[in-house]
């Protein structure tokens, strides 16, 4: 069982996943190249046995789960780091404060085809694995354990990705709210105190006004570069309607999100040579009865996407500080996204 | 003019360093492996016309300055993130906080000969380095406009080193203090608040007690993996004695450190294979009149140097919640770094 270990000096939790126990060999090669991709790919359609059973998926009525037939599916990971069976069993060891890795870890596989990068989906590709993330997080909401759902994508070896190149993403469901959302909840409640407004609608505003950080902008949606960029090319996709829970968004604007996605994937594609990236959801915690608190969320916390292309390493004063040292203008870095045409 | 960008949710600084500016066509290549060294390493004896002017040295009295002669050599780097002169000039631009990207930014040249890894370096010329932080940081601390100085190092390319393999760390001086700094006065404070102890002393009595993490302990210092280590064969060493402030740390007690510095970067290399890793000191801010909040720091902060090899991947999880998954049991490392005899 994976354990949770909490820094008894920063409140960090840290899982440490014991069943990907490794010894000190494992570590000896890691400039290396990944490995070959091999000829089965286990996410294919007809592969379907070489995945743990689907938890989840889009396919023809007339098909049958585990077999092909679909356009979406969801399976546990073949490594997850977090268990799905068990109780917390939160407990002290003198200093330290340890619970059971409990939590659910999920892969979407978002295409029968093997397609690397989810810029070359079809905006309905995307918008099927929108609804699935927004029915997933909704299912597993009901486990009173999970605090939260985050969904990731890790495309490309130097982002984590793992050398099979086929399009899909990730959930983790965790039992406590993650540091750096708690830590976005507690700056947008603090501004929300003050103005009474809240940071990203007012933040949108003045994106729109000014322009110079903007990539894209559709109906419901806007693509810039954050003021406060972290790494060249980073882009957050802000829905211009105030909204705190990404499950609650609906049909058409599952489309407009996707058509955003698929435009933004497409420009760091062309401009930046099919760069690794990750992208995550940051939407509000599970709301449940007495959540305290946080009883203004609704209006001070809006949902977004974060996406970055790693195309820097973090180095020993970005880990010391927790400042970011970013080479490129986030001004010029949303003109060059801008003016790529796709 | 490098400027300091503040989030205005997180409240995270970022540095937009505008001299090292890039276009996108130079981030297209990113998991090339390093160049080659060339022939000419700026930092070795004799090639002191290649590096700015020193800032200071420990060198022979015979010897001039920017010549021949010398044990340990600190010169400014040739791409500063932050810059000596100038105005802080704080001001808002809407809902963003913005200044002048002041501080400074120095390069430790640890010794005249091509070594690579500080591991290589006799204990003496350690605490030769060790010296040289102290009088650095105290030296930045008569300028009222800094805040905190990070002395950290980066070996090997992956951890941010550079393709010139000749052993050096770096200095930042910044204008605000750091927000991983900051996290840990404020979570130290709470411990002291509630049980007035300082909560590092604690966790060492405990560590010292328990000894499964111990990888080492000598006079004044142990070394140790930290319970809820956030990478695979992570290694904190404190002083056993109290003490907030690094600069404070009398002669004795420097070789002490530059002993168990040297035991454990050694059993890193044997151990690991000559992994790359970075390091960084983290002791008190400047405490200068009225220091307000920081009040009881004295007695709740505890210095202390954190040293990462860089083994694993940080993916999209990791940046989307601030968990992280280490993949070795701290216990496990501890135990193969303790019985690596060297």
């Avoid at 399976?75 to 659910?104: C, F, K, T």
């Avoid at 003045?206 to 109906?219: F, G």
Wanted: charge should be positive; aromatic fraction near 10%.
């Amino acid at each position: 069982m994976p354990q949770l270990r909490k820094d008894p000096i920063i409140g960090r939790w840290v899982i440490i996943a014991t069943e990907r126990a490794k010894r000190p060999d494992d570590f000896k090669k890691i400039a290396e190249p990944p490995p070959p991709e091999g000829k089965e790919c286990p996410f294919c359609e007809g592969k379907e046995h070489l995945t743990p059973p689907e938890i989840f998926s889009f396919r023809s009525p007339k098909s049958a789960a585990n077999t092909p037939g679909w356009q979406l599916r969801v399976v546990s990971s073949i490594a997850p780091v977090l268990h799905i069976e068990g109780d917390l069993d939160r407990h002290g060891q003198g200093v330290y404060d340890v619970m059971n890795g409990i939590g659910a870890h999920e892969i979407v596989i978002e295409s029968p085809k093997h397609i690397a990068n989810m810029s070359d989906l079809s905006v309905e590709d995307i918008s099927r694995t929108i609804s699935c993330y927004i029915q997933r997080i909704n299912d597993l909401g009901q486990d009173p354990r999970f605090k939260y759902v985050l969904i990731f994508k890790n495309y490309g070896w130097v982002a984590g990705g793992g050398h099979v190149r086929h399009t899909r993403s990730q959930l983790i469901a965790t039992p406590v709210t993650p540091k750096r959302v708690k830590e976005k909840l507690v700056g947008a409640h603090k501004y929300f105190e003050y103005h009474e407004r809240c940071v990203f609608c007012d933040l949108i505003k003045q994106e729109l006004n000014d322009k110079q950080r903007i990539i894209a902008e559709i109906d419901g949606f806007i693509a810039m570069t954050p003021f406060a960029s972290r790494f060249p090319f980073e882009v957050v996709i802000y829905p211009k309607k105030h909204a705190c829970d990404f499950t609650t968004l609906e049909m058409p604007l599952r489309n407009d999100l996707a058509n955003i996605m698929k435009i933004v994937l497409t420009k760091l594609k062309v401009c930046l040579n099919d760069p690794p990236y990750n992208y995550l959801v940051h939407t509000a915690p599970f709301r449940r009865p007495k959540p305290g608190y946080w009883r203004t969320i609704d209006q001070d916390f809006h949902w977004h996407i974060e996406i970055t292309p790693r195309l820097t390493r973090v180095a020993g004063f970005e880990w010391g500080t927790g400042f970011y040292i970013c080479p490129v203008q986030p001004e010029e870095a949303a003109k060059f996204l801008r003016e790529t045409n796709v």
